[in-house]
């Protein structure tokens, strides 16, 4: 789809900061194509991220919302979710968590320009100043990245700095999707696009215990133990609205598990655990573990793993991956886009035939596929080979194919 040409904003924006000047706005905003739109939020302070700001930019449109005036949002997104209209961000997790926990909807055509960039580029993820300054050669506002958006009034440099965010995401979009035409990866976006935002709102919904720091060699009981506590301190945070680390830090939850104990007292006498608040938790505390104890043995996480792959498949993916990060940049497409080591690993041991239960893994699977998938087929194989080129470059090691 060639984006439809718009006569640009003003050098100036609109602050909308009560309801009925950001109802009009989204009556404006109705009537376009494509919208383009960043925040500015907080996330230290509470159990979600605090929304302070949206700056939004669409033909002839420039405008930075308070949301902190404005409480009433859904008719934004669920404009963003309704038609046909493209919706253009830039790394735009957070801007799709907003958009879910407002309306349970995300946009109906989403262009991440961060994504896109890594599918024609070599580097990923870039940061939005790089890629306006690599991609069409501006400087992006660097300053006020501290800034507490929860504090009113916003300074002149403040909201500056906040406009220049979404400003040039029209013409990061543009030249994008004449770069993804240029080389035929228009589905690959379509595609990249469709599973990035299945992870985002994965990532949202779905309780992600396994996150604690620290987890690393604690038995299955263990384990058990720090997913009943996970669930509780999460449950917790959210009714008091605090960052779930504020109601229990993760080392003293993975030490908690190590422990193995909900008598209250022994709970008291580890280090770390003697804040005077946390004499109104301690029975939760203990009711968790004690859960964690009774589980079944049959229901205990960590025993879906499968056999470990051998100790060879380690060194085989990490001299790949270096092959093939030079393949794909000669390709301008970014490696870390295309995977990681780890992703290597599980693509050989598919392969050779370990592991098999996992399913088809990351790189073994579409345009991923089309990349990598022959290449490794031919290097084991023996059809081709890997050989050391220029010492000296960026990228020595050459696949040579017979």
């Known amino acids: 789809m060639t984006p439809p040409r718009s006569g640009g904003p003003a050098a100036g924006f609109d602050l909308i900061a009560s309801q009925p000047a950001f109802d009009r706005l989204v009556e404006r905003l109705a009537e376009h194509p494509f919208i383009a739109f960043d925040t500015e939020f907080v996330s230290e302070h509470t159990y979600r991220s605090q929304l302070c700001l949206i700056q939004i930019a669409a033909p002839g449109v420039?405008?930075?919302?308070?949301?902190?005036?404005?409480?009433?949002?859904?008719?934004?997104?669920?404009?963003?979710a309704g038609g046909d209209r493209t919706t253009i961000v830039h790394a735009g997790r957070e801007?799709?968590?907003?958009?879910?926990?407002?309306t349970g909807r995300l946009p109906a055509r989403l262009f991440d320009v961060q994504i896109a960039a890594g599918l024609v580029d070599h580097d990923f993820p870039a940061g939005y100043g790089a890629l306006v300054r690599r991609?069409?050669?501006?400087?992006?506002?660097?300053?006020?990245?501290?800034?507490?958006?929860?504090?009113?009034p916003l300074s002149d440099a403040q909201l500056a700095y906040a406009m220049d965010d979404v400003r040039h995401l029209e013409d990061l979009w543009r030249v994008l999707e004449e770069r993804l035409a240029k080389h035929g990866r228009e589905a690959w976006m379509e595609s990249e696009m469709a599973s990035w935002q299945g992870d985002v709102v994965e990532s949202f919904q779905r309780k992600r215990w396994r996150r604690v720091s620290g987890l690393t060699g604690l038995s299955r009981r263990e384990l058990a133990i720090a997913r009943e506590l996970w669930h509780w301190r999460d449950a917790v945070a959210e009714s008091r609205d605090m960052p779930p680390k504020r109601v229990l830090r993760d080392d003293l939850?993975?030490?908690?598990?190590?422990?193995?104990?909900?008598?209250?007292?022994?709970?008291?006498?580890?280090?770390g655990m003697q804040r005077s608040d946390f004499r109104h938790i301690i029975k939760g505390i203990a009711d968790a573990i004690d859960r964690g104890l009774a589980l079944p043995e049959g229901e205990l996480p960590g025993g879906e793993r499968h056999r470990a792959p051998p100790q060879q498949l380690a060194v085989l993916g990490q001299f790949l991956s270096t092959a093939v990060a030079g393949l794909c940049r000669q390709m301008s497409l970014a490696p870390a886009m295309v995977g990681t080591v780890s992703d290597m690993r599980d693509l050989l041991a598919w392969k050779l035939g370990y592991d098999v239960e996992e399913g088809e893994p990351l790189l073994a699977t579409g345009w991923r596929a089309e990349v990598v998938g022959t290449i490794i087929d031919d290097l084991l194989a023996g059809r081709a080979a890997l050989r050391i080129g220029d010492p000296r470059s960026h990228d020595p090691l050459v696949i040579d194919r017979g």
């Open 135 to 152: 991609l069409l050669g501006r400087t992006a506002n660097k300053g006020e990245t501290r800034t507490d958006w929860r504090k009113r």
């Open 62 to 80: 420039l405008a930075a919302v308070d949301t902190l005036a404005v409480r009433e949002l859904d008719a934004f997104w669920n404009l963003l």
């Open 253 to 271: 939850l993975v030490e908690l598990a190590k422990r193995k104990s909900a008598d209250e007292r022994e709970i008291q006498a580890i280090r």
């Open 95 to 102: 801007e799709l968590g907003f958009s879910l926990h407002a």
